[in-house]
């Protein structure tokens, strides 16, 4: 039986970078969840005849949410969902069922690399008919219906069983649980040569795979243990837990300490890598080496043609604007198409919708192709894999080498958390009118060049959108001054530092960009405003 809820709205349901992502505590009050996806199925419309992809990364709430959507799908008229079995879905092996079965979108419960558990985030990220996440004309839409939400619709009925792979019915809605990982899995063989891989681990080729007990395990296991050959144990933290067993899912240098202890140890294996909570992002790893991940987006640029599904060419290639600029160098060399978006990964979509690009990648862990239209955490490791087994070379010759042809961008970035939003708003807004005023002027021994807003006029839907803001140095140094959209509570300055060098390749990131650091906090005049002397979180 449909049930119509009364309901009142809650004002804060505006979806940022990712989707809406809030404090698991805040997405559990009372109509919270039902409230929001009542106001996308209310901005969707007409459901009838819609098919929707259903999964989550496994934390908390996901088990509880899955089963209120199913509900309310089957209340709204529509008419079929594919779910992932017990919820479980990657954000990557969503996208590709959602274009595999060409369906109208997809929802993914995840707060992506945001801790998990009672005390942690939940998150929602929708994605429409193109695969990717919707873009920010639609979810204004969302967040101006959520404002005025009266009702939703629910089907009265007992949970549904998600254990079992097969068809059932709710109503008039169809439900198919699938296997989460097998399509995935099959895209990847497609893509890539697994054959000589295979071979690779043969040789007693040994690496680490961290899952965080988020929802790769399972993927990382079938790939890389049971398929590609990698020894029992390869993949750590493989089992999905509501909590994550503790972990912060996110792959960097400040929360991957498991792996980044067995990458440092005398006896570490030839690769470590890691995804976040829902596969989306990567982190990659040689013997007591880390690649930056703009480096990373460089560097598989430079060897797209020994994959076998770009060895016959690609578009084009993309980067967020933060990123470091070494991919556009590799662009240059290769006479690719090169693109700059905005931050979040909505903004490849069209590009490569329109055959603009193939490849992209940003420097917050995510690097992808057009195979889907999110960004894939294991298809860069079969990357990355791949061109090992093709070059013979370790992670750290593969780097120093593209280094050396191209030079190498020294990269971090410094993320100031737990702002108040008032103040890095004011900061910002300050920082923004005083722009103009900087060229000519000297900070710690920089001149800047330039300094100006990152504005993106989308070549394709004409949209325009600002994002950031830019201080250009001579000799090409950067710093990107943004305000994260992730956050589930408070503001997050990032401060994003680049120095571009030629002929000094070895040096020590944090000693090469420790001037533009100073000149950064002078410029946007951080510890004045903040009180912080330095950021909480550098990666
Ligand atoms: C999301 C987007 C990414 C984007 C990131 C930025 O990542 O999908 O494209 O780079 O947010 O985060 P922030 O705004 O905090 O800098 P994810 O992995 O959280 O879905």
């Known amino acids: 039986m449909i049930k119509t809820v009364q309901t009142t709205p809650y004002s804060d349901q505006k979806m940022g970078t990712g989707g809406l992502r809030k404090k698991t505590k805040v997405m559990m009050q009372p109509n919270y969840f039902e409230n929001f996806i009542q106001s996308i199925f209310n901005t969707i419309g007409n459901l009838q005849g819609k098919v929707f992809v ?23 008229g529509v008419s079929k969902l594919i779910i992932g079995q017990n919820g479980f879905l990657s954000t990557p092996a969503s996208s ?45 839409k969302i967040y101006e219906n959520s404002k005025h939400i009266t009702e939703y619709k629910i089907f009265e009925s007992p949970d549904i069983d998600l254990s079992k792979i097969g068809s059932s019915k709710l109503g008039d809605m169809q439900i198919e649980i699938v296997d989460p990982v097998s399509d995935y899995v099959e895209m990847m063989q497609q893509i890539f040569d697994f054959e000589s891989l295979k071979q690779l681990f043969k040789k007693g080729f040994k690496m680490k795979f961290d899952a965080f007990n988020a929802v790769t395990g399972p993927y990382a296991i079938r790939i890389f243990e049971e398929i590609l050959g990698a020894e029992k144990g390869s993949v750590i933290n493989s089992n999905p837990l509501p909590d994550f067993g503790g972990k912060h899912p996110d792959p960097n240098m400040t929360y991957a300490t498991e792996l980044l202890a067995i990458m440092n140890a005398d006896d570490a294996p030839d690769f470590g890598a890691a995804n976040d909570g829902d596969g989306d992002r990567n982190m990659i790893l040689g013997k007591k080496f880390f690649v930056s991940p703009s480096d990373s987006l460089a560097i598989l640029t430079d060897y797209y043609n020994i994959i076998p599904a770009y060895k016959n060419g690609i578009y084009g290639v993309a980067k967020s604007c933060p990123t470091s600029t070494a991919v556009s160098r590799v662009a240059k060399a290769h006479n690719l198409g090169y693109y700059e978006v905005p931050t979040g990964w909505k903004y490849f979509v069209n590009l490569m919708d329109s055959k603009r690009i193939t490849l992209c990648g940003e420097e917050s862990f995510g690097t992808g192709s057009s195979h ?168």
């Open 54 to 76: 259903v999964g989550g990364d496994g934390r908390y709430y996901n088990d509880k949410a899955i089963q209120q959507f199913i509900k309310m799908a089957a209340a709204n």
């Open 96 to 140: 590709n069922v959602l274009l595999k079965n060409k369906t109208d979108g997809g929802f993914v419960f995840s707060a992506s690399h945001n801790p998990g558990g009672i005390n942690g985030d939940f998150g929602i990220k929708y994605a429409n008919e193109t695969g990717g996440q919707i873009p920010t004309s639609i979810s204004d």
């Open 372 to 539: 889907i239209r999110e960004k894939d955490g294991i298809w860069a490791v079969l990357f990355w894999l791949s061109i090992i087994a093709k070059t013979g070379m370790s992670v750290e010759q593969i780097t120093r080498d593209h280094w050396k042809k191209y030079g190498r961008s020294y990269y971090l970035r410094f993320d100031f958390e737990g702002l108040e939003t008032t103040v890095a708003d004011k900061l910002m807004a300050d920082l923004e009118a005083k722009l103009p005023s900087l060229a000519g002027e000297k900070f710690a021994g920089y001149e800047v060049e330039s300094a100006h807003p990152f504005i993106y006029n989308d070549p394709v839907d004409g949209s325009s959108t600002k994002n950031g803001l830019i201080v250009n140095f001579k000799g090409g140094s950067r710093i990107v001054y943004r305000l994260s959209g992730t956050g589930s509570s408070g503001a997050t300055l990032r401060v994003y530092l680049e120095n571009y060098q030629t002929q000094k390749l070895d040096e020590n990131p944090r000693q090469m960009l420790d001037e533009i650091l100073q000149a950064a906090m002078e410029i946007a005049e951080i510890t004045k405003r903040t009180g912080k002397k330095e950021a909480d979180i550098v990666t």
